[in-house]
Nanobody, 124 residues
Framework: QVQLVESGGRLVQAGGSLRLSCAASGRTLSNYAMAWFRQTPGKEREFVAGISGIGGITSYADSVKGRFIISRDSAKNTVYLQMVRLSSEDTAVYYC?????????????????WGQGTQVTVSS
């Protein structure tokens, strides 16, 4: 089994930066498609960013392009989400997800492992 644990979420002022981490255990995830999603109350979970299992191909939601960067450190079995120029619209619970069924990490990828989430709150 794969366990994903997110960390790094906190209260930050608008315009600030934050880096989220997703530490994996149970298996080496270097070949897994990894992604970050986010969710606010009353809304569906939305795709934020993904990084493919092979080649490190990245994909982003339009709303975060140019502001967020997803990366992975295979040696640490960890995926990161670097976020800059945060706004109140980015306030959400951020979830890490992994897929061992598909290589490409996009919004329609079938993710079969999920973390518990970490809260990001951006004050305006």
């Amino acid at each position: 089994q794969v366990q994903l644990v997110e960390s790094g979420g906190r209260l930050v002022q608008a315009g600030g930066s934050l880096r989220l981490s997703c530490a994996a255990s149970g298996r080496t995830l270097s070949n897994y498609a990894m992604a970050w999603f986010r969710q606010t109350p009353g809304k569906e979970r939305e795709f934020v960013a993904g990084i493919s299992g092979i080649g490190g191909i990245t994909s982003y939601a339009d709303s975060v392009k140019g502001r967020f960067i997803i990366s992975r450190d295979s040696a640490k079995n960890t995926v990161y989400l670097q976020m800059v120029r945060l706004s109140s619209e980015d306030t959400a619970v951020y979830y890490c997800a992994a897929s061992d069924r598909q290589r490409y990490a996009g919004p329609s990828t079938e993710y079969n492992y999920w973390g518990q989430g970490t809260q990001v709150t951006v004050s305006s």
